[in-house]
């Protein structure tokens, strides 16, 4: 799901499964900062939501969290 857009970021929140601790949080921001260095990442995991801000098309930021072991079951 697309937020908002500024400045050519985009705001996206998804919906990620298996992700219960401090590890899990580490391992789906780096999944996404390989894909682009500069996102912001935010993860709730009480509402196993991902927020993220980056310039980069949604399609490859979903294959990095998932490929990570985390899968995107749509948009939060």
């Known amino acids: 799901m697309i937020i908002e857009t500024v400045k050519g970021n985009t705001m996206y929140q998804l919906q990620v ?3 219960s601790c401090g590890h899990c949080v580490g391992a789906v921001t780096k999944a ?4 682009d260095a500069a996102a912001k990442v935010e993860v709730d995991l009480a ?3 991902v927020k993220i ?3 980069t098309p949604l399609a490859p930021l ?5 490929d990570a072991g985390y ?3 749509g948009a939060a």
Not at 32 to 35: E, F, G, K, L
Request: hydrophobic share 50%; net charge neutral; charged share 20%.
């Open 62 to 66: 979903k294959s990095a969290i998932a």
């Open 47 to 49: 509402s196993k939501t």
């Open 71 to 73: 899968p995107v079951v």
């Open 32 to 35: 996404v900062q390989a894909i």
């Open 53 to 55: 801000d980056s310039a």
């Open 17 to 19: 499964e298996n992700m």
